[in-house]
């Protein structure tokens, strides 16, 4: 049988109860957490985000340890993906020859190919090793005496969790940021070049020209950095607490729950971790929308070509849980 | 009309193993890192003897196995620390059954120190507590006279997750330090002064291997498995002890002639010369009424077997067996779940 | 100061800066060389025929290998995309066909938010609406959460693939008497297939590495898991927890384990790859 041309409306019927299902789930999610997490928040309101204390002994609760690991670790690894992951942008958009471009922009992507379970394996048999010396060789200088040198060599730590996020954040930093670059009209930069300005100087108004983009890489970064688990569980050392030391076993919100949640006692703790995974959506959430906004503003800017091909890269767009 | 490929619903099938041939009853089960060596041992062992069963034990811990089986997510639950009043009031019909006894040794790698060191009570709770912090401490010295112990920060490892060997390790510690008990306390998970944490019984042992300077507490089996040396500690008598069968069994001799009802019982610094201190019973949570009786009987065959055939197995992974008294109430107390 | 001299600082800047951008790149592949070597080296040596065919031993116990986890990560992945190829496929085509509704946009930001919430939160999500209801870890839960994360990926691609699809071929099928629906069906997708593979497999080799959302929903079996309401073994978990163990022969599978998954995830990235170069081809062609 054969029917009419044009639209039967069965198209939008079908299509849009799935749209409306993946609308819901987002929703679902957070009221699952909220409904999770309730006790805790009854319980504790918002000392709950000034708690110093994390005791099931005594049924005290404060996330702040987890919020100080989070954010510490996280812009400890910005702290070295921003400029590696833009130097290799420019290095490989600017410096190289052009045949070499390519193939180095995807080495450097493959270590978002790597999952975290093995970014954790290696960085408990090898980084954490190696941080661990340099540890001990700083704490038998006077910097020991610095609060950010601080404590026992315990190699597992801040230090490590840091460094293992920063391998992890680079290639986001790095490929977003060399689609900035790219973007950035060619006589831009061949004007600066007859204005008599050096190889760096060019990059550098490039750069200029592209901050917010940028800028909305290293956000994505840090949108990634922030949710990651596995890898920073299994070397950041577990400890919650307040501690400006490098060389301290700390604690991150996404790690404490990989630990606890399976095996919270009573309903109080689990619900006060699942208020840690409530915040860690509302943040990521957040940091998302922030970078997007950014990206989303220098995509509109002048000459910038965004239409093309969007082909599928290696690397899909952060996630912020890159737990794997 | 062209035949459907079954090609494709077989690889399906495949992928998905659906063996539904081969009728297998599965049960699973989670909790204890403690006692995980045995329990895989047996579970592994019953496999072989009844091939159409398969018990799926998962050390997560022994805070894990208490709230799993509290949520009914396993069939069963696994626990060195007992359940507290509180919990039991949340899982109410939940049964105790000992299964083995073990001990909780101290462990440390010191690069360096060959000699086995002594410790006490007070002095391992002053290290947890962060109140001795490198290892030529005279405290631990005056213990050792004649060990040259090295300036090496000591590195604290403790237990991430939920856990009976903490329990254990913490009930003891409150036992002979009041400076723990009012600052720490005993509970399966704790909030620690000191100290990097790790995963598991498994995750301890393998911190401490990897950390020169670490101190841990892992159950013996790991200690001897992983060749990672261990202290003895003085006992509630005075002695020195290196955890072993012996100590563990002496140490559940007095708890083993005046078994509570229950069986929630706390052995750590028993009297007795020949006591280990940190010893105690680990014990599978089951509940008195079985959701499904197929299953139930499944698992109370199992502990039948376990308290008769399955002690054998533990001389070779150096857990305790059981008291005869015990098992002998065990079995009665196993009648009662259905 | 002569400008000869400022132009010489200037070039040595350049020079510098140049430098410290080359090491950058050092910075990143040394690292990545070190992962890659390791994995290979231990992961290599560490390989055997047991590994692939054999159930894990008891704890302490040496040998064994670790065929019920790569069974159990391929049942879950199968699992998750059964479930999430045809709901993004679904919403992805909404959101292309019907640009500027207002649940358009919606599903786009409900993609984008789905696609950024860490993936141990999803675990939560799936243990309290799979896990807790079922009463038992499961396949289905892992694979609830792994389709969780898949969704947004294949929805996004299919968005624009789809909107890839020239407009004249719409126009010739409707043109032809068919209905928008049929036209969508047997024109656009088909037509926008290869690319929409290709997000697959992208989104495949994403799953395919994750650990945290399986740790509470389809946690793990020590022995063949025949059901998928069972608790079923991953590559992944079982990395993880051989990682972390004291035990020599357990590390020891943990890299051949890791060495078995990067592999995988490079071969279907790979994969994926040549999609899109075929695409590219004939994009420009």
Not at chain 1, 304 to 309: A, E, H, I, P, Q
Not at chain 2, 100 to 111: E, K, R, S
Not at chain 3, 111 to 121: E, F, K, Q, T
Not at chain 3, 184 to 208: E, H, K, W, Y
Request: hydrophobic content about 50%.
């Amino acid at each position: 049988m054969r029917r009419r041309g044009g639209d039967d409306g069965g198209l939008e019927l079908g299509t849009s109860a799935v749209a409306v299902l993946v609308v819901a789930l987002v929703a679902a999610i957070g009221l699952e957490l909220l409904h999770g997490s309730r006790l805790s928040i009854a319980k504790f309101g918002w000392s709950f985000w000034t708690g110093r204390d994390w005791d099931p002994v005594s049924g005290e609760f404060g996330a702040l340890p987890f919020i100080w690991g989070t954010f510490y670790s996280s812009l400890l690894a910005l702290l070295v993906a921003a400029p590696v992951g833009v130097g290799i942008a420019v290095f490989t958009t600017d410096v190289v020859p052009p045949r070499f471009r390519r193939p180095l922009a995807f080495l450097a992507e493959l270590l978002a190919a790597v999952p975290s379970i093995v970014y954790g394996l290696w960085g408990i048999f090898v980084l954490v090793p190696v941080v661990r010396g340099l540890e001990t060789v700083v704490s038998r200088t006077p910097l020991r005496k610095l609060p950010l040198f601080s404590g026992p060599p315990y190699g597992l730590g801040m230090l490590s969790a840091g460094l293992i996020l920063a391998l992890m954040v680079i290639p986001y930093v790095s490929s977003v940021s060399r689609e900035v670059l790219q973007a950035v009209p060619v006589a831009q930069r061949e004007a600066a070049y007859a204005l008599g300005a050096t190889r760096w100087e060019a990059i550098r108004a490039a750069l200029h020209y592209g901050r917010t983009g940028i800028l909305g890489a290293v956000f994505l970064g840090f949108g990634r950095a922030f949710g990651e688990t596995m890898a920073v569980t299994m070397v950041i050392g577990n400890n919650p607490q307040l501690s400006a030391s490098l060389f301290a076993p700390q604690y991150s919100m996404a790690a404490v729950i990989a630990n606890e949640f399976s095996e919270a006692t009573g309903d109080l703790y689990l619900h006060a971790l699942t208020e840690i995974g409530l915040v860690l959506f509302v943040i990521t959430l957040l940091v998302n929308a922030a970078s997007r906004l950014l990206i989303w503003s220098v995509q509109r800017g002048p000459g910038r070509v965004s239409d093309g091909v969007p082909a599928p890269e290696t690397i899909p767009p952060a996630r912020a849980g890159e737990a794997a | 009309m062209k035949q459907p490929s079954i090609l494709g619903p077989a690889a399906l099938a495949l992928l998905l193993g659906t063996f539904a041939a081969s009728a297998q009853t599965q049960l699973n089960g989670a909790g204890a890192t403690f006692p995980a060596p045995i329990y895989t041992k047996w579970f592994s062992e019953y496999h072989k003897l009844h091939p159409g069963i398969q018990i799926n034990y998962q050390a997560i811990g022994s805070g894990g196995g208490i709230r799993q089986i509290t949520e009914r997510t396993v069939d069963f639950g696994a626990s060195d620390g007992p359940m507290t009043a509180e919990e039991i009031a949340k899982a109410p019909g939940i049964l105790h059954f000992p299964t083995v006894l073990g001990a909780v040794v101290p462990v440390y790698n010191i690069p360096g120190v060959t000699a086995e060191l002594k410790f006490t009570g007070p002095v391992l709770a002053d290290i947890y507590l962060g109140k001795i912090a490198t290892w030529n401490d005279a405290a631990i010295q005056a213990l050792n006279p004649g060990v040259r112990l090295p300036d090496t920060p000591i590195a604290v490892v403790h237990r991430a997750d939920g856990s009976g060997t903490t329990y254990i390790w913490a009930d003891y510690l409150s036992k002979v330090s009041p400076e723990w008990k009012s600052k720490v306390g005993v509970a399966t998970s704790l909030r620690w002064p000191v100290g990097v944490g790790g995963k598991g019984n498994d995750g301890v042992a393998g911190q401490v291997r990897q950390q020169p300077g670490a101190i841990g507490y892992v159950e013996l089996i790991y200690a001897l498995q992983n060749k990672i040396d261990f202290g003895s500690v003085r006992n509630e008598a005075g002695v020195y002890l290196k955890a072993s069968l012996a100590g563990v069994t002496a140490a559940a001799a007095g708890a083993a002639r005046a078994m509570p009802k229950d069986f929630r019982v706390s052995i750590t610094n028993a009297p007795g010369k020949e006591s280990y201190p940190i010893s105690s019973f680990t014990w599978l949570l089951v509940y008195e009424k079985q959701q499904d009786p197929a299953k139930g009987k499944v698992l109370t065959d199992f502990v039948r077997w376990m308290l008769k055939d399955g002690q054998k197995y533990c001389a070779d992974l150096a857990y305790a067996p059981l008291p005869a008294q015990v098992v002998a109430l065990e079995e009665a107390a196993l009648a009662k779940v259905k | 100061m002569t400008p000869g001299w400022h132009l010489r600082r200037r070039k040595l800047v350049s020079a510098a800066m140049t430098g410290a951008c080359a090491l950058a790149v050092l910075v990143a592949l040394v690292p990545l060389a070190s992962i890659l070597v390791f994995i290979v080296a231990r992961g290599l040596s560490s390989l055997d025929w047991d590994f692939f065919t054999k159930l894990p031993k008891p704890t302490g116990e040496a040998g064994g290998g670790m065929a019920n986890a790569i069974a159990g990560s391929a049942k879950l992945i199968l699992l998750a995309s059964l479930v999430a190829v045809p709901v993004g496929v679904l919403a992805g085509l909404y959101v292309a066909e019907y640009r500027g509704r207002r649940l358009a946009s919606a599903v786009r930001f409900a993609a984008d938010v789905l696609n950024g919430i860490p993936s141990i939160v999803v675990g939560i999500f799936a243990y309290g609406t799979v896990v807790l209801p079922m009463h038992r870890f499961s396949a289905i839960a892992g694979a609830v959460a792994l389709a969780i994360m898949m969704v947004p990926l294949v929805a996004r691609t299919t968005e624009e693939m789809v909107l890839l699809v020239p407009e004249m071929l719409r126009e010739g099928g409707m043109a032809l008497g068919a209905t928008r629906t049929q036209v969508a069906f047997s024109l656009v997708l088909p037509a926008a297939l290869p690319g929409i593979l290709t997000g697959v497999l992208v989104a495949v080799a994403r799953i395919a590495g994750e650990t945290a959302p399986l740790l509470f929903t389809s946690f793990n079996n020590q022995f063949w898991s025949s059901r998928i309401d069972q608790p079923t073994a991953s590559l992944t978990v079982q990395i993880y927890s051989y990682a972390i163990s004291p035990y020599d022969d357990l590390h020891r599978q943990a890299w051949a384990g890791a060495l078995v998954l990067v592999v995988l995830i490079l071969a279907v990235s790979l994969l994926a790859r040549l999609f899109t170069r075929r695409l590219e081809r004939m994009a420009g062609r």
